[in-house]
């Protein structure tokens, strides 16, 4: 890696004459793959950042007052130059752009208002409050994120990343019938199914026809019913009761893994099956709140998004882990993707032993 020059004054040194005229003497030195020179008419120093050792330097031997000033320097411009990113994530970095962004600001502490005021100052706005993972959704323009980061109380800074549907499995791949046959079919126990929204259909009522859809939740906007298909799907693969499928024109009928089940239903995906990190955590963090007053004992997320950062960091894996330590099973999408292509949701889930896979290879 090519080397960065800057100039430095340093006073109360001496001229460094040519290398062959010079004392020999040695100074601090860190290796990294790229090291820094400073330079100036009287001394010249080498930096770099990874260990520290000593080495000769073809330059007369300056006073201590002024090496002690160059370190200073030195150590002044390395934290703005490596510390000044190291709490955003990949895709912000070096943005520089004036146009406004969502990001997910998560803190080491509950935000305040004194964390919204520096915000504002920062020509952003709070847009949703993201408790469970100590987060705020924030806009404000790409170029100040750098400076937000800057911010103590600051832990991470995220984009607000497009989360997507992701869902290929029926009852029949688990063997659901063997559960059935020994009466376990969903009864008193209720499901989350945060997801595109729910429609009401025949398969998701009970015998006498009551909607076994219990409570509905929309974290987006403009209702909880499903537009795009996919939480439907979804919710007649975990407690379908087969109704729709019994007619004489069907060859099979087709039943849920739990036909017996209540369903609790987040909307958190748009019309295009397309939500956000805010509005998946939104969704996991009423579900939790709800948990005891409808017994809750499953969240399924039949959805995913790439992996940016560390588990320990990423917003959505630590809602994930809100709801498994809230001692609800979390079931998550795996695979849909192929074998390679790895999914946050899978990150999430080979954390902990409480949380499913469902996977489609």
């Known amino acids: 890696m090519e080397a960065i020059r800057l100039r430095v004054s340093v006073l109360n040194g001496t001229k460094?004459?040519?290398p062959a005229q010079c004392d020999k003497m040695s100074l601090l030195l860190v290796e990294v793959s790229s090291h820094f020179c400073f330079r100036s008419t009287t001394s010249e120093v080498s930096f770099g950042l990874l260990r520290a050792h000593s080495r000769p330097n073809p330059c007369r031997k300056a006073e201590g007052a002024a090496m002690k000033a160059?370190?200073?320097s030195f150590l002044l411009l390395a934290s703005l130059v490596w510390g000044s990113d190291r709490k955003l994530a990949p895709e912000l970095k070096g943005r520089q752009s004036a146009n406004s962004i969502d990001v997910i600001v998560q803190y080491k502490i509950t935000p305040a208002k004194k964390h919204r005021d520096t915000i504002a100052a920062h020509g952003g706005l709070v847009k949703q409050h993201l408790g469970n993972v100590k987060g705020l959704l924030v806009t404000l323009p790409a170029s100040r994120v750098t400076e937000l980061s800057n911010d103590p109380d600051v832990a991470y800074i995220s984009p607000d990343r497009p989360v997507t549907r992701q869902m290929n499995n029926a009852a029949v791949g688990v063997l659901a019938n063997y559960a059935w046959n020994i009466g376990l079919d969903g009864t008193g126990v209720a499901v989350a199914v945060i997801d595109s929204g729910i429609h009401g259909v025949d398969d998701l009522k009970d015998p006498q026809g009551h909607n076994r859809i219990i409570y509905n939740f929309d974290s987006l906007g403009g209702g909880s019913d499903d537009q795009y298909g996919h939480g439907t799907h979804v919710a007649g693969i975990i407690g379908g009761s087969g109704k729709?499928?019994?007619c004489s024109?069907?060859?099979v009928t087709?039943?849920?893994?739990a036909p017996n089940v209540k369903i609790l239903n987040f909307h958190a995906l748009g019309q295009t099956g397309q939500g956000t990190d805010s509005s998946v955590i939104n969704a996991i963090n009423q579900a939790?709140?709800?948990?005891n007053q409808y017994n809750i004992r499953v969240m399924n997320l039949s959805l995913g998004r790439p992996v940016y950062e560390s588990y320990t960091l990423d917003p959505l894996c630590k809602a994930v882990e809100a709801a498994w330590k809230a001692g609800i099973v979390v079931v998550v999408a795996a695979g849909n993707d192929g074998r390679t292509n790895y999914s946050v949701m899978d990150m999430a889930v080979s954390q902990h032993r409480g949380m499913i896979l469902t996977c489609s290879l």
């Open 288 to 291: 939790i709140s709800l948990k």
């Open 70 to 72: 160059t370190i200073i």
């Open 249 to 251: 024109n069907c060859d």
């Open 16 to 18: 460094c004459r040519a």
């Open 254 to 257: 087709i039943r849920g893994i």
């Open 244 to 246: 729709d499928s019994i």
